[in-house]
């Protein structure tokens, strides 16, 4: 059996197009954008072109297109540099976010901790529905007082799709109710661009974060859309590029490849929830089928097409990967950045509680634009086998 990729939730293979795009400006345009010779002249104009690229297919002014360093980084830039911002004015941060934030952002939120910001987390239930009000409640302030936050110094950060169960959190809502107090609102939308229509919230939040990794683009890349208007301060220091808020030499290959990845996850976007809609749902009536106590994580939400997490009562939480791996499926635990924990995970922890992450070992398996029907048939037998076989050496139940 050929090896099969389920996991193009923490990285997707690159498309062709970008591939054969990004060797074009290596080949051609080799010059360092800053560079006053016509080389220079050519690398920049490839780089300009190309953050019009993505802000046409985003729907937003290029100005804001920040090119940086992957999805991890764009977090880290608005969050923190949004904080430190606030701090320069002689304002105190005050962050909340949710419960099932990904690791960039919690980090990032224990860090304006650290440098004496404010920090609160509010819960998200299983479908997805978060509770906004509880977080107000610890900062002391009533749900309808305004007034101390109107020198902006409040930011809510919400992921738009989680990247471990698919669930897809209101993000209207939370914009609704942020603008009603004064708090600014930045989205994680690393999972969601490419499967759901962005348009709406980039036209209602402040900072957006994406990665071009998970749009079958280059590794190295991510986004910040920041809209105008919203102060930021550096986290990285050098020179002037993007804005004086991403110093280093501009990638230019890698910008160009990730307009091309933008763009073809944005018009395909229909086709692909339809496709992988039907593919999700086709493996996990095998699995239920197959492993009659499956739990489906993220199923009592709506949740994008391209990510199904199952639990399995009664087997160790981190042997099940590795256990698929050699049987020739790729799939994961949960968020690649969380690889080398053997605890529960903190997303399953907080949509569920301790004792059902405890005890029961979660599979994330995510599509992408290169799986097909009969990967999906095949891995949802490996799976159902595999899962047999450990519960045998480890006494659980079929």
């Not at 080949?27 to 560079?35: D, F, K, Y």
């Not at 809510?156 to 698919?166: D, F, I, Q």
């Not at 639990?311 to 020739?328: M, R, S, Y």
Request: glycine fraction near 12%; include cysteine; proline fraction near 6%.
């Amino acid at each position: 059996m050929d090896p099969i990729y389920l996991d193009h939730a923490a990285s997707s293979p690159l498309r062709p197009e970008v591939r054969a795009a990004m060797r074009e400006v290596e080949e051609r345009a080799p010059g360092n954008p800053s560079s006053p010779h016509r080389f220079g002249r050519e690398a920049r104009a490839r780089l300009e072109e190309a953050r019009r690229r993505v802000a046409g297919a985003l729907g937003v002014e290029p100005g804001a297109v920040v090119f940086v360093g992957g999805g991890t980084e764009s977090d880290n830039l608005a969050i923190l540099g949004w904080s430190r911002s606030v701090r320069r004015s002689g304002r105190r941060p005050r962050l909340l976010h949710s419960a099932i934030e990904h690791s960039a952002v919690a980090a990032a939120a224990r860090q304006v901790e650290a440098e004496d910001g404010q920090v609160e987390i509010f819960p998200v239930a299983s479908d997805g529905s978060v509770q906004l009000d509880q977080a107000l409640d610890r900062l002391g302030m009533d749900a309808a007082e305004t007034g101390p936050l109107e020198g902006r110094n409040g930011l809510v950060s919400c992921l738009w799709v989680s990247h471990e169960t698919g669930l897809i959190l209101p993000i209207r809502e939370v914009v609704e109710w942020a603008g009603a107090r004064g708090f600014q609102v930045h989205v994680d939308g690393v999972q969601g661009v490419g499967r759901l229509d962005a348009a709406p919230i980039l036209a209602s939040v402040d900072l957006f974060s994406l990665s071009a990794r998970k749009l079958a683009g280059p590794p190295r890349m991510g986004i910040l859309v920041a809209r105008a208007g919203v102060d930021l301060q550096p986290i990285l220091f050098g020179g002037g590029q993007e804005r004086g808020l991403r110093p280093g030499t501009e990638d230019v290959a890698g910008a160009v490849g990730t307009a091309v990845a933008v763009e073809a996850a944005v018009t395909r976007r229909d086709e692909e929830w339809a496709r992988l809609t039907a593919l999700r749902e086709s493996l996990e009536l095998r699995l239920r089928e197959g492993i009659p106590d499956l739990v489906i994580h993220g199923s009592q939400g709506e949740r994008a097409p391209h990510i199904l997490n199952v639990g399995i009562p009664g087997v160790p939480l981190d042997l099940l990967p590795g256990a698929l791996d050699l049987e020739g499926v790729a799939v994961s635990a949960g968020s690649a950045c969380q690889s080398g924990t053997t605890g529960p995970s903190p997303v399953l922890t907080a949509l569920y509680g301790g004792d059902h992450a405890r005890h029961t070992a979660p599979l994330r398996i995510s599509l992408g634009w290169n799986t097909r029907a009969s990967e999906v048939e095949e891995a949802g037998s490996v799976i159902i086998r595999v899962v047999e076989g450990v519960r045998r050496a480890f006494g659980a139940p079929l």
